[in-house]
């Protein structure tokens, strides 16, 4: 049986591979490709410049990696050097994409989304001014809380909330998997999974979270670049005015938050910016502006 064995066609496709392999190579470097794409895509892609990408090569062109630096994260997700991105087994691939994670925040911090915590008193209209970003900009959505309470009629599990066990919640807690959690009304228990948030950033989403002072604290100390946004009224007698139009509290209600709004007020000035709530669209794209203006930030660092 005769073969056909063109050397010269086999050596050009090598030679072009190899080109191929270097311009991604360069493309992670110039911080031009989400390298957490690209080490996503390596599971089910057919092209081999991609699978036949080695680790060590990939993660030592990742700017301020050194080999010191590929070599344990290697060492800790179990990997050889040779093996390529289209080889890896399950474990492997889980292991050492908890590494690429890793370097991708701290390395790329530029390209991931920035958090947008918005915090005020009740009936400043943060809630109008959260959904007014999210019609309004593509590149924003909303975080998910998860929650001990039951669905109500209409509400989508990933959507509206993430509606866990109360058991589950606690395991939550103590592995600390939440930015933030607090007890309402004494009855049910509410928080902000971490994973989920950090994983939209990670895909350049712009994330809005509307939470109280106190949450707003401790996700701060989580994610330290969060841009913690105060929204306060035009005067406090138009917030006691929104506070009776919206009609969904009873009088003593009413001035149990009235009171509580004058605390939030005096921290005002302690949070990263203060929009003040005269228009809804106004204060809205003045917390768009901000946010992209932080992620300017941290591309002028890089």
Request: proline letters at 4%; a positive charge.
């Amino acid at each position: 049986m005769n073969v056909d064995f063109d050397a010269a066609s086999l050596s050009a496709r090598a030679i072009e591979r190899r080109r191929a392999r270097a311009a991604v190579k360069a493309q992670i470097a110039a911080g031009t490709v989400n390298i957490l794409e690209l080490y996503d895509s390596a599971e089910t892609s057919n092209d081999p410049v991609v699978t036949g990408l080695r680790v060590q090569a990939f993660l030592s062109s990742i700017p301020g990696v050194g080999a010191t630096k590929v070599r344990r994260a290697l060492d800790r997700a179990g990997v050889l050097p040779t093996a390529t991105l289209g080889g890896l087994r399950v474990l492997q691939r889980a292991a050492l994409r908890k590494e690429v994670v890793r370097l991708f925040r701290r390395f790329y911090a530029h390209l991931r989304g920035a958090l947008v915590i918005i915090v005020g008193p009740s009936g400043v209209g943060k809630g109008t001014i959260a959904k007014w970003i999210l019609a309004n900009h593509e590149d924003f959505a909303l975080s998910v809380s998860a929650t001990t309470r039951a669905p109500r009629i209409g509400e989508r599990e990933g959507e509206h909330y993430f509606f866990v066990s109360p058991s589950r919640f606690d395991e939550l807690v103590k592995h600390e998997e939440l930015l933030e959690w607090a007890w309402v009304h004494g009855t049910h228990r509410y928080g902000t999974p971490q994973a989920p948030v950090e994983d939209l950033l990670d895909q350049g989403v712009n994330v809005v979270l509307e939470i109280d002072i106190q949450g707003a604290r401790g996700a701060k100390r989580k994610i330290p670049d969060a841009v913690v946004v105060f929204v306060g009224p035009p005067s406090f007698e138009e917030l006691e005015r929104r506070l009776a139009e919206r009609g969904t509290e009873d009088t003593r209600e009413q001035k149990l938050r009235l009171r509580t709004a004058r605390r939030e007020l005096k921290t005002a000035e302690r949070w990263d910016a203060l929009v003040t709530n005269h228009d809804v669209a106004e204060a809205g794209q003045s917390i768009v502006d901000l946010a992209r203006a932080s992620r300017e930030a941290k591309n002028f660092k890089e």
